[in-house]
């Protein structure tokens, strides 16, 4: 749910309020408009989104082996 807002007053700098992609909120002040965006950017372009794969993989196979061994009464996958 990535969103941004900027603000400014008259005679003051911009406040720049973002979210990522998983709600994490940031905020900062910046002098000039073009720093705004270029910092949401920053901001959506390093979100933490990197994945394990082998993680996910080792985890889908217990919860697999898991399964059939509760309700299937299947022999266990070695």
Known sequence: M???KITRNEGEIYEVKVVDSYGKKYKNWFEFAHECSEWI???WENEDNKVDEQELL????LNCKELDK?????????
């Open 58 to 61: 080792s985890k889908a196979i």
């Open 70 to 78: 509760n309700n299937n009464n299947l022999r266990s996958i070695l």
């Open 41 to 43: 950017y920053y901001i």
């Open 2 to 4: 990535r969103d941004f």
